[in-house]
């Protein structure tokens, strides 16, 4: 089955610094999602984004569904300790009475003081 | 509401051996869904369910049942346990039926395959 191409794979940050990331795939998507996830939690949705080219912003996160509807790019600006966590993208394809998504291979994030 | 839970937290199983992971949702969400999230991969699409008596297949469904007899539970059953199921399992579920809107994740159920 097909993943998302998710990158960078982990990230090492200091406090206050700005983070980008992005994800990459060979097939059109209708919707993208970013989510994090704690551990021993299940993911959380940060943002939806839903037309191509579409830039979206959730307190210090940005978020940007790729002109081309092939990828994806979330930025957090001025990172804290809480933000440390996986994050993922995920893309929607709606299919039939059902849609699907399928999820990125994640960014592990970890910020120092 | 206490929203999406899952139980167990944790299982260890042998090789073999069938059990039922436990899911409910208390929002009246009719799109229930399974994935499995193992190291370094995304979440991958076992089964899901659009309704109460409507399932159907994800990603990776070979060596998983599911049933939906009622719009709060959606069990996902492990016939014969296999190491390649050795995986951690969210529930997750959505208003719409068509999953379209946000999906909301359970805390996972951590399973061990001898």
């Known amino acids: 089955g097909q993943q998302l191409n998710q990158s960078p794979q982990s990230m090492f940050i200091q406090e206050g610094e700005d983070v980008s990331m992005n994800c990459t795939s060979s097939s059109i998507f209708n919707t993208w999602l970013w989510y994090k996830q704690d551990p021993g939690e299940g993911p959380v949705l940060l943002i939806a984004?839903?037309?191509?080219?579409e830039l979206t912003s959730n307190g210090r996160l940005t978020a940007q569904f790729g002109i081309t509807r092939k990828d994806s790019f979330l930025n957090i600006s001025a990172s804290i300790p809480s933000d440390v966590g996986i994050y993922f993208c995920a893309g929607r394809r709606n299919t039939g009475t059902a849609s699907k998504l399928t999820f990125g291979t994640g960014t592990r994030l970890q910020v120092t003081l | 509401n206490a929203g999406v839970t899952q139980t167990p937290k944790f299982q260890v199983l042998k090789t073999g051996q069938s059990m039922t992971l436990q899911c409910a949702q208390d929002?009246?969400?009719?799109?229930m869904s399974w994935y499995r999230q193992d190291p370094g991969m995304g979440l991958r699409l076992i089964h899901y369910?659009?309704?109460?008596?409507?399932?159907d297949q994800g990603e990776v469904p070979n060596g998983y049942n599911v049933s939906r007899s009622t719009t709060e539970d959606f069990p996902l059953r492990l016939l014969s346990a296999a190491p390649s199921q050795t995986s951690v399992y969210f529930c997750?579920?959505?208003?719409?039926?068509?999953?379209?809107?946000?999906?909301?994740f359970g805390p996972g159920t951590r399973l061990t395959v001898l």
């Open positions: 984004l839903y037309k191509a080219g």
């Open positions: 929002m009246n969400h009719e799109y």
């Open positions: 369910s659009v309704g109460a008596g409507i399932t």
């Open positions: 997750a579920s959505s208003y719409s039926p068509s999953g379209a809107d946000t999906q909301y």
